[in-house]
């Protein structure tokens, strides 16, 4: 298995994963129910990862979501559809993120965040300075928004479950989609992102947007560059190239890619990282995570983290 010079972890997007599906595990504390799957599985996730693809003096990186101001500003109805205060677990959710970040504050592995950006660019701000550093790069995300970030240097795995695992590489990615992952932006601009709430072009579905792509790059190029685009219109037009190449089809292209787009320039990202095992030790055993305590095969990994 190849193995990688670092490891970045989606933390907001695995932390899901793992609330949603270790949903039952829990401890009683001061006499009331305390869920704690979340927080196990996304350490299970780290270690994982460390065992499997990381080489010996690999670090691992969780990035975390601190909000989306940049977008919102762009686009205000930006991931609007995501509320989640009237969630009824949504105090359940909070308490295990908190938990979660405190247990790793003394894992081992760096924790990165910046007040109003999202994981996305901060991964791909790590993701651009690793890769010039000529270090092999692997993200673990199923935020599909990821792929747009996969080069030479940096693969990804897409985990959304036990059997559905997908680990790509630039040549990999490039074979199933028939270009570049670099491009991968234009297709949610085109296509849109219901999950972020990004428009995309109406009518514009996954096979279209990817035959724009390897068919009229040059003319979608041309729009965002705001050039003069007759050169790169064909003869024959169907209703979606007309439909895209309408003042009010470039204007929401141009807009939907400025949202697609991942930054990987952030400035000033916090990052922080402390190891103890002593303490790590005290509240594996509080937390009842057995698995994990001095004597596990875990505890290994643990201690070269």
């Not at 994981?119 to 990821?146: C, H, I, P, Q, R």
């Not at 479950?161 to 680990?167: D, T």
Request: charged share 30%; glycine share 6%; proline share 3%.
């Amino acid at each position: 298995m190849k193995k990688y010079d670092v490891i970045i972890i989606d933390g907001n997007n695995f932390f899901f994963k793992s609330f949603a599906i270790q949903n039952k595990l829990s401890i009683m504390a001061n006499n009331e129910e305390l869920f704690t799957g979340a927080t196990f599985g996304l350490i299970q996730s780290i270690l994982a990862a460390k065992r499997d693809y990381a080489t010996k003096d690999a670090p691992v990186y969780c990035v975390w979501d601190s909000g989306h101001i940049r977008r919102a500003e762009i686009y205000p109805e930006y991931k609007n559809n995501r509320d989640k205060s009237e969630w009824p677990e949504y105090e359940n959710f909070k308490t295990q993120m908190k938990m979660t970040k405190y247990v790793l504050s003394f894992l081992g592995v760096y924790q990165a965040v910046k007040y109003g950006e999202e994981a996305d660019d901060l991964v791909g701000t790590f993701s651009k300075l690793f890769s010039n550093e000529n270090k092999k790069v692997l993200l673990m995300s199923a935020d599909k928004d990821f792929q747009q970030l996969i080069t030479e240097n940096v693969d990804l795995l897409a985990h959304k479950g036990s059997k559905n695992i997908k680990l790509w590489n630039e040549d990999s990615w490039e074979k199933d989609r028939g270009y570049n992952p670099s491009q991968f932006s234009l297709f949610l601009a085109l296509n849109g992102d219901v999950g972020d709430n990004i428009p995309g072009i109406k009518g514009i579905g996954e096979v279209a947007a990817n035959n724009f792509i390897i068919n009229h790059s040059a003319l979608l190029y041309a729009i965002l560059d705001e050039r003069d685009i007759s050169p790169f219109i064909p003869v024959k037009q169907n209703a979606i190239m007309k439909k895209l190449i309408s003042k009010e089809g470039q204007d929401m292209f141009r807009l939907s890619f400025k949202l697609a787009i991942i930054d990987r320039d952030v400035k000033n990202i916090k990052i922080r990282k402390n190891k103890d095992l002593k303490k790590l030790e005290e509240i594996f055993e509080k937390l009842q995570f057995d698995s994990f305590l001095p004597g596990a095969k875990s505890w290994k990994i643990i201690e070269i983290l």
